[in-house]
């Protein structure tokens, strides 16, 4: 199937090629160069998403890290202190996770190319969305954290301080729908 398709493609390079610019545009030509650019446009935006992963390493392993500790403390809450474990729901939520930090993240990462001619704006813009994607899996781990060990991790100030602060995010965000 594979060397079909690209005999396809080569196919329609030729036609590209061969037609004069005199011919004009015909409906061949716009078929084959349709087929090009759907042929290529995934070896373009694979190379894209290589360089940025390349470039961001260090912020893409925070927040797999931040997702597994938040699997691994949230799998030991629901088995050992609230004892409602079900390997379903289990994968289910990680699954969910997962997916959300990959997709959010990756709409976030892209608003920074719609405002790259404003270097300040890039600045503050990726630092929040970055954040904002970090703390997803983050404050899951910092609820069972303190389920865990019976509210005294982290202490209660710094605790109330995080959840007040996602509390009014949240009816700041609510106010605006």
């Not at 260090?58 to 474990?85: C, E, P, R």
């Amino acid at each position: 199937m594979k060397f079909i398709f690209l005999t396809n493609v080569f196919q329609s390079l030729k036609i590209l090629v061969s037609t004069t610019a005199s011919s004009g545009m015909t409906v061949t030509k716009l078929i084959a160069g349709f087929k090009i650019a759907l042929f290529l446009s995934p070896m373009v935006v694979w190379a894209d998403l290589q360089n940025w992963a390349l470039s961001n390493v260090l912020y893409i392993n925070l927040v797999m890290m931040a997702i597994f500790f938040d699997w691994l403390l949230g799998s030991l809450k629901h088995w050992l202190w609230t004892q409602d474990f079900h390997w379903r729901e289990n994968i289910k939520g990680i699954v969910v996770k997962s997916l959300l930090v990959l997709v959010v993240g990756a709409i976030f990462e892209g608003l920074k190319y719609l405002t790259r001619e404003a270097s300040i704006v890039i600045t503050y813009l990726t630092m929040i969305l970055r954040l904002t994607v970090f703390l997803y899996p983050a404050m899951s781990i910092i609820r069972s954290s303190r389920i865990i060990s019976d509210g005294k991790f982290p202490p209660a100030g710094i605790y109330n301080a995080i959840e007040k602060w996602a509390e009014e995010l949240g009816n700041k965000q609510e106010k605006h729908k």
